[in-house]
């Protein structure tokens, strides 16, 4: 079976600072992961994913993943936060089929 | 441009009435998805198609039904059994990636309310 945990369902940052969402996995199986955001009344769009080849993912808008197996985490990170980082972040698994378990959610606010 | 598009963006549904929500691809994926989005929940899955006239109850189907009829159409009827339809629907799509894994896309998503 497979589960994802994200810590906090929300997280404040100030502009121009680290922006740092946490995502935790549970797999019996080499994991596919994914983080997608979602902005007010939109669909999800897709930011990374993890497919087994390197550890660090680069995604879009200068979001980073790394894929840290020990620690069974998937954290989300940005250097520096702009105002139109503010939205809902999921973190997702999949054993790389048709599955995908979303967890619940974490929404950031970028403060001025 | 290649895309999920979903209509319509708002529905309002009455008592004992049934709705269809619509999703359209033509990024010619194989795989549809139909997911139900309520706050603080994230998203849990409705039915899912790998190929036309084939689909799957995922994890909350009850009083939900859908037909795949062709390969760029998944629409999802709420049927007058589904109690507390409320949510927002998201449509998606997927691709298979080169080490195997498939990758979700979504439309833009259907609000429903009901009056």
């Known amino acids: 079976a497979q589960s994802v945990t994200q810590l906090g369902s929300h997280v404040s940052v100030s502009e121009g600072a680290l922006v740092l969402l946490r995502c935790n996995y549970s797999?019996?199986?080499?994991?596919?992961l994914f983080w997608y955001v979602q902005y007010p009344n939109q669909g999800l769009q897709l930011l990374l994913k993890y497919t087994s080849a390197a550890t660090l993912v680069k995604g879009i808008n200068g979001f980073e993943a790394e894929f840290k197996k020990s620690e069974t985490s998937f954290h989300l990170t940005k250097p520096s936060a702009h105002m139109s980082d503010a939205a809902e972040y999921f973190c997702?698994?999949?054993?790389?089929?048709?599955?995908?378990?979303f967890g619940t959610g974490t929404r950031l606010k970028v403060l001025a | 441009d290649g895309g999920i598009t979903q209509s319509p963006k708002y529905l309002f549904r009455k008592e004992g009435q049934n709705v269809t929500l619509s999703c359209e691809q033509n990024?010619?994926?194989?795989?549809m998805y139909w997911y139900r989005q309520d706050p603080g929940q994230g998203l849990r899955l409705i039915y899912y198609?790998?190929?036309?006239?084939?689909?799957q109850k995922g994890d909350i189907a009850e009083g939900y039904s859908v037909s795949r009829e062709k390969k760029e159409s998944f629409p999802l009827t709420v049927t007058s059994a589904q109690k507390n339809p409320t949510a927002f629907y998201l449509c998606a799509s997927s691709i298979t990636g080169s080490r195997g894994q498939e990758t979700q896309y979504f439309g833009p998503g259907t609000r429903l309310l009901v009056l």
């Open positions: 990024l010619n994926h194989d795989a």
């Open positions: 997702a698994v999949s054993d790389g089929t048709y599955k995908y378990i």
């Open positions: 797999s019996s199986v080499p994991p596919y």
């Open positions: 198609s790998q190929i036309v006239n084939d689909f």
